[in-house]
């Protein structure tokens, strides 16, 4: 299992947007249509892409974390215009990490336990 992923998926005008954030690494990623067209490192609270849609006209993604909810959200701009707020829990984030490495463990206590009888 590769590094959690958090991602909000959005349908704009027939153009899907995506933005990618690693919760391990600070990695972040955005697609337009399924082609990669920004990406950075962030390691902060909040971060800004800016991309250019298929019509020609600028957007802008907005990621950052809500400290009273404990929530991340993605603002999508066209324009200068609010078109979208998307919400995801943190909780949903470390509910994600912690399956990853019970079944690592389990993997590992399972290869051990087949070592033992064999």
């Known amino acids: 299992m590769g ?5 909000f998926k959005y349908d704009l005008n027939q153009e899907n947007i995506e933005l990618q954030a690693s919760n391990w690494c600070g990695l972040e990623q955005a ?10 490192l962030n390691f902060g609270h909040n971060s800004e892409h800016q991309v250019v849609l298929k019509d ?6 907005h990621l950052f974390l809500d400290p009273a ?3 991340l959200i993605c603002r999508i701009y066209k324009q200068n215009n609010l078109v979208a707020s ?6 949903e984030l470390y509910r994600s990490r912690l399956m990853s490495q019970q079944s690592i463990l ?3 206590l399972l290869a051990v336990f087949l070592l033992m009888v064999s």
């Open 3 to 7: 590094p959690q992923m958090v991602c």
């Open 31 to 40: 697609y337009v249509n399924g082609k990669r067209v920004s990406r950075k």
């Open 56 to 61: 020609g006209k600028p957007a802008r993604l």
């Open 86 to 91: 998307l919400k995801q829990g943190k909780r």
């Open 106 to 108: 389990a993997l590992g």
């Open 69 to 71: 909810t404990e929530q």
